[in-house]
């Protein structure tokens, strides 16, 4: 690719080959490891003077994630990069995105900083847990949506009576664009968050009653969300229980849970590395065409919106 080069971090170097094979373009050569304390050691070992560098790293823990695109955005800086895109398929830090309570921290806003003044030019990003989020750094970010991704694999197992659940309020919107591009009912779970990763179903709205369901979600962490949503949903007499979301945050136990669960499928994205191996359950669907799309028109000055479905 001319002018163009991909620099992969070391959260998930599999999507970013992936990229590189969707655009043809190898893997910039880089050296990115460990000095003896533990300190992040960079250095690039190819001439990037006035190129298109996009840097891709997701940012879930260990902080050091987002330490090292903080540290490859300054190597990229004073390289004399001509522009530097972060490609960061999953957003850490995300959920803390406004001050709902007394004496909590906006992180979402706080990580957007560190990457403006660590040096990048631009942002691609994909189903950011708020879209608001977008306005919290001072470069362009462009959002992207997995939607294509997953609809399609909801569209191949031909489910009769579908309804979509959004399993909190925050879901809808996506609830609501995926209900209409597949011709189903929505319904919304009324859902309480009693502690960080506890949460309470209060009431479902919508009808599930003897109907196939498919619950819809940015992001499973602790599982906590889904299992509470699936556990009222059987209640309430719901046909089959599939899950969809398109970050594979799975902390703790989530896959112990789901596996228990009336759950029959969850399908995730590999925005995040998962190994199936941990849950036969999860099915992960690749999205590197969408955001190797998304790079090859940023890189030609071309529109990405008719990426945003
Ligand atoms: C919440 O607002 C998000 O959209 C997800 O529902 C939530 O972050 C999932 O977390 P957990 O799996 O820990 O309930």
Same mark, same amino acid.
């Given at each position: 690719m001319d002018g163009l080069k991909l620099i992969a971090g070391n959260s998930n170097r599999a999507l970013a080959e992936k990229i590189g094979e969707y655009l043809g373009a190898e893997l910039c050569d880089i050296e990115l490891d460990r000095f003896g304390d533990g300190e992040i050691h960079a250095k690039i070992n190819e001439n990037i003077r006035g190129v298109d560098v996009f840097i891709i790293q997701t %940012?879930?823990? *260990?902080a050091e994630n987002l330490i090292e695109l903080l540290i490859l955005n300054d190597t990229c800086f004073r390289a004399s990069a001509g522009r530097i895109t972060n490609v960061i398929p999953y957003y850490g830090? &995300?959920?803390? =995105?406004? /001050? +709902?309570?007394?004496?909590? *921290? !906006?992180t979402a806003k706080l990580v957007a900083k560190l990457i403006d003044v660590s040096g990048a030019n631009r942002v691609l990003t994909m =189903?950011? $847990?708020? &879209?608001? !989020?977008? #306005?919290?750094? +001072?470069v362009p970010a462009d959002n992207l949506f997995a939607a294509p991704v997953l609809l399609e694999y909801i569209k191949s197992r /031909?489910?009769? +009576?579908l309804t979509i659940v959004s399993p909190d309020v925050g879901s809808m919107k996506m609830g609501r664009a995926f209900a209409k591009r597949l011709n189903a009912e929505l319904a919304v779970v009324d859902k309480r968050r009693s502690d960080k990763d506890k949460t309470e179903v209060m009431n479902v709205i919508g009808d599930v009653d003897g109907r196939n369901i498919v619950i819809l979600d940015d992001m499973i962490s602790s599982g906590s969300t889904l299992l509470q949503a699936a556990g009222e949903l059987t209640l309430k007499g719901a046909a089959s229980i599939m899950a969809c979301a %398109? $970050?594979?945050?799975?902390? #703790? +136990?989530a896959c112990g849970k789901i596996m228990k669960s009336s759950i029959s499928e969850v399908v995730v994205s590999n925005t995040l590395p998962f190994d199936p191996g941990r849950c036969p359950k999860v099915k992960v669907l690749d999205v590197s065409s969408i955001l190797g799309e998304a790079i090859l028109r940023i890189h030609s000055n071309e529109s990405v919106s008719t990426l945003f479905v």
């Amino acid at each position: 690719m001319d002018g163009l080069k991909l620099i992969a971090g070391n959260s998930n170097r599999a999507l970013a080959e992936k990229i590189g094979e969707y655009l043809g373009a190898e893997l910039c050569d880089i050296e990115l490891d460990r000095f003896g304390d533990g300190e992040i050691h960079a250095k690039i070992n190819e001439n990037i003077r006035g190129v298109d560098v996009f840097i891709i790293q997701t %940012t879930n823990p *260990p902080a050091e994630n987002l330490i090292e695109l903080l540290i490859l955005n300054d190597t990229c800086f004073r390289a004399s990069a001509g522009r530097i895109t972060n490609v960061i398929p999953y957003y850490g830090y &995300a959920r803390q =995105d406004r /001050k +709902d309570q007394p004496r909590v *921290p !906006i992180t979402a806003k706080l990580v957007a900083k560190l990457i403006d003044v660590s040096g990048a030019n631009r942002v691609l990003t994909m =189903d950011l $847990h708020s &879209a608001q !989020i977008q #306005g919290f750094f +001072d470069v362009p970010a462009d959002n992207l949506f997995a939607a294509p991704v997953l609809l399609e694999y909801i569209k191949s197992r /031909k489910m009769q +009576d579908l309804t979509i659940v959004s399993p909190d309020v925050g879901s809808m919107k996506m609830g609501r664009a995926f209900a209409k591009r597949l011709n189903a009912e929505l319904a919304v779970v009324d859902k309480r968050r009693s502690d960080k990763d506890k949460t309470e179903v209060m009431n479902v709205i919508g009808d599930v009653d003897g109907r196939n369901i498919v619950i819809l979600d940015d992001m499973i962490s602790s599982g906590s969300t889904l299992l509470q949503a699936a556990g009222e949903l059987t209640l309430k007499g719901a046909a089959s229980i599939m899950a969809c979301a %398109t $970050h594979p945050v799975f902390s #703790g +136990d989530a896959c112990g849970k789901i596996m228990k669960s009336s759950i029959s499928e969850v399908v995730v994205s590999n925005t995040l590395p998962f190994d199936p191996g941990r849950c036969p359950k999860v099915k992960v669907l690749d999205v590197s065409s969408i955001l190797g799309e998304a790079i090859l028109r940023i890189h030609s000055n071309e529109s990405v919106s008719t990426l945003f479905v």
